[in-house]
């Protein structure tokens, strides 16, 4: 970032969000950890729930965001040409994600159900697709600042 231009107050809001994001998928791992030594009734939506975690592709996905989270925060706060694009694979990270909780949380646990969650899972998705596009202008404002 050149000495005339300057990272828009919205760009660093989004960069902090994101580091936030990789900061909280550790804590999820952690949390993992302490849901495993938990005893919960056989059959209760807690047991099922804590044993989808122990399945194959919780930490894979995890792990994935939290770098995906790490890199398109790093992209944002120093203003790379590549933002966007690093910003879209969080993106992508953040609604598989979701999509996985959504398949392993119990229904009874979910206000409004399993169509309530998908629902959130769509708004989410406009919403990131909107911060993108505001990425995506902030770069070409950055990029043509530079010029």
């Not at 919205?10 to 950890?33: D, E, H, K, P, Q």
């Not at 995890?62 to 203003?79: C, D, E, K, N, P």
């Amino acid at each position: 970032m050149s000495a005339n231009s300057r990272r828009p107050a919205g760009v660093t809001l989004v960069a902090l969000a994101l580091f936030f994001f990789f900061v909280s998928a550790i804590g999820n791992l952690l949390v993992r950890r302490s849901i495993q030594d938990a005893s919960f009734p056989a059959g209760s939506p807690g047991a099922t729930f804590a044993a989808a975690l122990n399945g194959p592709l919780y930490v894979p996905l995890i792990a994935f965001y939290a770098v995906t989270a790490l890199g398109a925060s790093i992209a944002a706060w120093r203003m790379h040409p590549w933002m966007p694009r690093a910003f879209l694979f969080w993106s992508g990270a953040a609604l598989l994600l979701g999509a996985f909780f959504l398949t392993i949380i119990p229904t009874e646990i979910l206000l409004g159900g399993k169509p309530a969650a998908a629902a959130f899972e769509l708004g989410m998705a406009a919403v990131l697709w909107l911060i993108y596009g505001y990425l995506r202008r902030a770069a070409l404002a950055g990029a043509n600042a530079a010029l």
